[in-house]
């Protein structure tokens, strides 16, 4: 059996600040754009993996879920609770410095983790967790 990663889904509370952030700081392109029952999903990738998508969806994308659930998920992502995505960097350095230079929420400056990485940490517009690692040089 070979199972492969296809999509994986970021909340988001504003598609065009968050487009802002993963196609223009990030430099993801832009794969589609869908409306549906008043909600916005944006599907986004990195060139160099045309076969994974992240699809950029309201934070909770159910048209039956009710007002509260709606709200008490809104809150959860402006506290930044939700869970966060990391990705992987041939240069940890030059993306952070991309990445801050353009107003990006530093959390985590670079540094080497006992873990084997050297990364560093951010927050997108809506307040979800990014992690950019790099393999350490042996």
Known sequence: MDIKLSQCFIAVDDHDKALAFYRDVLGLEVRNDVGFEGMRWVTVGSPSQPDVNIVLEPPLADPNASPADKQAMA??????????????????????????????????????QPYGVRDCAFRDPSGN??????????
């Not at 960097?89 to 080497?112: H, K, M, N, Y």
């Not at 967790?129 to 042996?138: A, C, E, I, N, S």
């Open 129 to 138: 967790l990014l992690r950019f690692t790099q393999p350490r040089k042996q």
């Open 75 to 112: 809150e959860l992502l402006a506290k930044g609770l939700l869970r966060g995505v990391i990705f992987s960097t041939e240069d940890c350095d030059a993306t952070f410095e991309r990445i801050s230079t353009a107003g990006g929420e530093v959390l985590q400056e670079p540094v080497d």
